[in-house]
């Protein structure tokens, strides 16, 4: 079983949610990326991901892209990334949380892909999600992963056809991503109704954990999704409270991490 593999089952047993976290690695700078991580830790994490920045996103908003064009102001290069990752895995509060690298692939192909997995495994990252690598083109990725003990997490939009989704899910590990709106990350005011009915059905279809992301930013939308999803992933509105980091204390900064993590983790399991 892999990292995440455990995890879920764990959080299984114990009839329990997911909360996934999503920070941009170097944003305001490495130090205070390990705060943050550390207080979403504290505030019960079940993985988290971390954005490798990148000069021209795909699926990422404006307050992602900006996290992305801060971080890449400090000329952090994927060797730098690469040490951070591997410098969590000796953080006691942070050992036991699973990291993913989310990331183009553009970043794996120039590393070139089966050095680049050997390296995320050797710097403790368990899983990849990559945004940008369509079905047709993942199974290369897929095997690599596979020989080195990682998940590799496929995403579904809201306008995949059905047996375009089946192919999704049939090279999926980990979970499913499952991307609650048609469009780019960011914060929304509500669930589309569509999205209920989409769960139902890949619930039917796989055994993986579903996890939905894009949009998710409120308790009450964990609360909505709660009795559909196997958990939720935020990234816009955590990384929004990142950008204060201009004007504000990073300590305050990893405060309101923690409470915006806590409320969204006691939604979904109340």
């Known amino acids: 079983m892999t990292a995440l593999s455990h995890v879920f089952a764990d959080l299984r047993a114990m009839n329990r949610k997911a909360f996934i976290p999503f920070l941009t690695i170097g944003d305001p700078d490495l130090p205070s990326t390990a705060l943050f991580l550390r207080s979403l830790a504290h505030a019960g994490a079940t993985a988290v991901e971390l954005g ?56 794996i192909h120039r590393r070139v892909p089966e050095r680049f997995v050997i390296q995320s495994r050797e710097n403790g990252i368990c899983g990849l999600i990559v945004p940008d690598l369509p079905i047709e083109e993942s ?14 997490v496929q995403l579904v939009t809201p306008t995949t056809p ?13 979970f499913v991503y499952c991307v609650s709106v048609a469009g780019i990350t960011g914060t929304r005011n509500e669930i589309p109704g569509e999205l209920l009915d989409q769960l139902g059905w890949l619930k039917s279809q796989t055994s993986l954990p ?34 204060r980091a201009t004007y504000e204390p990073v300590n305050q900064i990893a405060t309101a991490l923690e409470a915006l993590a806590t409320s969204i983790i006691q939604a979904l399991n109340p």
């Open 52 to 107: 490798f920045p990148y000069s021209d996103p795909i699926a990422d908003g404006p307050v992602i892209q900006a996290s992305y064009t801060r971080a890449l102001s400090h000329k952090t290069g994927m060797d730098e990334l690469f040490r951070f990752a591997k410098s969590l895995v000796n953080q006691d509060a942070l050992h036991a949380m699973p990291r993913l690298a989310m990331l183009s692939y553009s970043l």
């Open 139 to 152: 199974p290369y990725l897929q095997k690599l992963c596979q020989r080195e003990g990682l998940d590799l």
């Open 162 to 174: 059905q047996e375009r989704a089946k192919r999704i899910l049939a090279c999926s590990s980990g």
């Open 210 to 243: 579903l996890c939905v992301g894009f949009g998710i930013s409120r308790p009450d939308q964990a609360t909505l999704l709660r009795n559909y999803c196997d958990g939720v992933i935020v990234g816009s509105a955590l990384v929004k409270i990142c950008e």
